[in-house]
Nanobody
Framework: QVQLVESGGGLVQAGGSLRLSCATSGRTFSSNTMAWFRQAPGKEREFVAAIIETGTTYYTNSVKGRFTISRDNAKNRVYLQMNSLKPEDTAVYYC?????????????????WGQGTQVTVSS
């Protein structure tokens, strides 16, 4: 059974940092595209960052220079380092994996999802 489990969310003041972690199990994702999405109340789930097999990374414009996605294949984990957090970053953050294919920012292209972790940034 494939599982993605996020952790590391919480409450932080604006300008602070958090590191999200996604633990994968049930299969190896080292050659799969992994991504982070987020969903704020009343809004659609949106793309945040992705990392493909080669290690190349992609980011939505609003987080470029502040967030960093990385992976540790030996530990079956994907991370999202979030710095200089803003109140508009408040959302539930989801880890996702594609069964096949390279980079995509569409949530419809991802086959596996975690349950999400809440990130709240106070002003």
């Amino acid at each position: 059974q494939v599982q993605l489990v996020e952790s590391g969310g919480g409450l932080v003041q604006a300008g602070g940092s958090l590191r999200l972690s996604c633990a994968t199990s049930g299969r190896t994702f080292s050659s799969n595209t992994m991504a982070w999405f987020r969903q704020a109340p009343g809004k659609e789930r949106e793309f945040v960052a992705a990392i493909i097999e080669t290690g190349t990374t992609y980011y939505t414009n609003s987080v470029k220079g502040r967030f960093t996605i990385s992976r540790d294949n030996a530990k079956n984990r994907v991370y999202l380092q979030m710095n200089s957090l803003k109140p508009e970053d408040t959302a539930v953050y989801y880890c996702a994996a594609r069964r096949f294919g390279w980079y995509s920012s569409s949530r419809h292209d991802y086959n596996y999802w975690g349950q999400g972790t809440q990130v709240t940034v106070s002003s």
